[in-house]
């Protein structure tokens, strides 16, 4: 490995070469993780526009936003995540390269509020379009600095390059067409991975690396969740003094929250063995950052609804904290069960926690919001429990 020069913190420049994916302790760099904090920062703009939109009664147009501009943000944070586990050098332009993201991931979080009021994306736009030239430099770099993983890298830069044009020019679209041609172009980013990694040799990303960027970031919005909860409480006890019910979410919320994570980080490592198996579970987890966001958004819902603030009903109000709780527990148990880990003994137990959060969202008018969700805390904590009894239990038999 070559430089120019030693500077400070690190090399100048460093020749772009593919990692070794079996390397041992590789860990994810303090600059990945001052990345992540930008993109929590969109993360949270998003969910705040999502409560509102809830709120005010809007949930259908609320959703179908939420899910367009968490696209963006998860497909640009999850692109720059696996090209930097095969091919992080942490040089002067690799850094550089990587600030510009975060740039562009800040203009597209100044963007949400546009999107959520008037259907305007083009900030949003201008923002993903800066964070994906980056990327796509970066795969350029890769290009010509690594003979090995050339084909792969020109693919993926291709792909890249293509899809950002349709972005744009879709800014021209008529109202007729502007949906129809977000989900063509986001069948188009995903396919762009799938075409570039099969067609020549894999990239060289991590397995671990990949999954404690993952996790990591889970974390980060779990405590996004945690915040946007927090400061709803302190509202609400600021305007009417503190109040059973506004304890009673609070009690649940942070059950929730708990009881999610610990159904995230059981057992082992995700095992991505395969190229297949990675991408499904790679995928898989924008439902899964999504869904947990979103639960902040429910819980600050719920919150309204107990001040009487907002345009939702009760039984409203209880949904928008128990769909979002629904969607991740399914989602996670299916990752688990196709990377063989996690906290699912039995699958007919996480359906029975399902329908138990379900059954409680639906029950907010006769148990009132605050005890809603605090049953439903105590139902994934209970389908945890359940699950990882049934899973000792199984060990102690192989045994």
Do not use: C
């Amino acid at each position: 490995m070559s430089g120019l020069a030693a500077g400070v913190g690190g090399p100048v420049r460093r020749v772009m070469r593919g990692r070794d994916p079996g390397e041992e302790h590789r860990a994810s760099t303090p600059l990945e993780l001052l990345f992540d904090l930008t993109f929590v920062v969109a993360v949270s703009q998003a969910a705040a526009q999502l409560h509102h939109a809830l709120a005010e009664g809007h949930a259908g147009p609320g959703l179908a936003r939420y899910a367009a501009v968490f696209f963006a943000i998860w497909w640009a944070w999850m692109n720059f995540t696996w090209f930097a586990s095969a091919y992080d050098t942490d040089d002067v332009p690799y850094r550089l390269l990587t600030l510009l993201q975060m740039a562009g991931v800040l203009v597209l979080a100044a963007g949400v509020r546009a999107v959520f009021e008037d259907s305007d994306f083009t900030t949003v736009v201008i923002g993903y379009v800066i964070m994906r030239v980056a990327l796509l430099t970066q795969w350029l770099r890769a290009a010509a600095e690594h003979p090995e993983g050339r084909g792969g890298a020109l693919r993926y830069a291709a792909g890249i390059a293509v899809v950002q044009a349709g972005w744009i020019a879709r800014l021209w679209a008529p109202g007729a067409w502007a949906w129809a041609t977000f989900l063509v172009l986001v069948v188009a980013e995903l396919a762009v991975p799938a075409w570039a990694e099969y067609r020549g040799a894999p990239t060289t990303w991590h397995p671990g690396h990949i999954a404690e960027r993952y996790g990591l970031f889970t974390i980060i919005v779990l405590g996004e969740v945690i915040l946007g909860t927090l400061a709803a409480v302190q509202s609400a006890v600021t305007d009417h003094g503190v109040s059973a019910p506004v304890l009673l979410i609070a009690a649940g919320g942070l059950l929730l929250v708990f009881s999610l994570w610990w159904i995230y980080f059981t057992g082992a490592d995700a095992g991505l063995t395969t190229l297949r198996t990675a991408l499904f579970w790679g995928y898989g987890h924008y439902v899964v950052f999504a869904a947990l966001a979103a639960i902040g958004a429910g819980l600050e819902t719920a919150l309204d609804a107990t001040e009487h603030h907002g345009h939702i009903s009760t039984r409203g109000a209880g949904l928008a904290v128990a769909v979002p709780v629904v969607v991740a527990m399914l989602v996670l148990a299916v990752l688990h069960r196709v990377t063989r880990t996690g906290a699912v003994g039995h699958a007919l137990l996480v359906v029975a926690g399902v329908l138990v959060v379900l059954a409680l969202g639906f029950s907010a008018p006769s148990l009132r919001v605050g005890g809603a969700v605090l049953g439903m805390g105590l139902a994934v904590g209970a389908t945890l429990a359940a699950n990882l009894f049934t899973l000792r239990s199984a060990g102690k038999r192989r045994r």
